[in-house]
């Protein structure tokens, strides 16, 4: 359990022409939901202590706002983890590396509803006839 524990981490995906990063944003979640369904399976304490710590740094940095923040979910934290320790892209032109690095970004370490709270108006009276019901995603 130790040695799976120290090599949870260890998978690695390069992009060599990374563009706007969105192969990776998507490998991150691939790599995610395998990382979550193998933690069902198979529970790390050292992986859960990881996530722990990482949640608690999180919320000591937010302060008084902890309190009103909605909670850190573990698959948060992993694709945090995944971005910053098995993710690597690199590009030709670094005016596209900058956008993609921020959209990895976004996607990794901004919760959706606060992403959603950015924007002056609601979503749905934005597009009135857009369906915004879940689009199922095909499985692997």
């Not at 979550?36 to 304490?45: D, M």
């Not at 902890?66 to 983890?81: F, K, Y």
Request: aromatic share 10%.
């Amino acid at each position: 359990v130790l040695e799976a524990a120290e090599s949870f981490f260890d998978f690695k995906v390069a992009d060599i022409a990374m563009g706007s990063g969105h192969f990776l944003i998507a490998a991150v979640d691939r790599i995610e939901a395998r990382f979550s369904g193998y933690l069902v399976n198979r529970p790390l304490p050292q992986i859960a202590l990881e996530l722990e710590r990482i949640r608690s740094v999180a919320l000591g940095a937010l302060g008084e706002l902890a309190d009103t923040h909605p909670e850190i979910e573990d698959n948060s934290l992993l694709r945090r983890q995944i971005a910053r320790r098995c993710i690597y892209g690199v590009d030709v032109n670094e005016v596209a590396v900058r956008p993609a690095r921020l959209a990895i970004w976004i996607h990794t370490f901004v919760d959706a509803r606060l992403w959603w709270s950015l924007i002056p108006i609601s979503p749905l009276a934005a597009f009135p006839g857009f369906n915004w019901s879940p689009v199922p995603m095909e499985s692997p």
